[in-house]
């Protein structure tokens, strides 16, 4: 079983910056994948960013691609999301997931969940 708990979020100015921050529970965690996914009111939640257990497979979405940065720290039992040039279009709740996977491209993979985090860029 893993616990994730998601902190970070806030309201901050287009253009600002943000990072968040997934901790797990469970001594498995390095083993496990860890995704990034996030939902606006009234749309889907969508894929943001995901990383492979001992951090060898990063993947993004394109419209993070060079904005957002996805890391690590099994010792922590910690994944960071560091999101940077914030746009009001990011808005949104974010929630880290994990599986026991390679990585986590669809929400249907993810074995675990987060309550999520919200980010309020103005604009």
């Known amino acids: 079983q893993v616990q994730l708990v998601e902190s970070g979020g806030g309201l901050v100015q287009a253009g600002g910056s943000l990072r968040l921050s997934c901790v797990a529970s469970g001594s498995t965690f390095s083993s496990h994948s860890v995704g990034w996914f996030r939902q606006a009111p009234g749309e889907e939640r969508l894929f943001v960013a995901t990383?492979?257990?001992?951090?060898?497979?990063?993947y993004y979405a394109d419209f993070v691609k060079g904005r957002f940065t996805i890391s690590r720290d099994n010792a922590k039992n910690t994944v960071y999301l560091q999101m940077n040039s914030l746009k009001a279009e990011d808005t949104a709740v974010y929630y880290c997931a994990a599986a026991d996977s390679p990585v986590i491209f669809n929400r249907a993979r993810a074995q675990y969940w987060g309550r999520g985090t919200q980010v309020t860029v103005s604009s």
């Open positions: 990383i492979g257990g001992n951090g060898d497979l990063i």
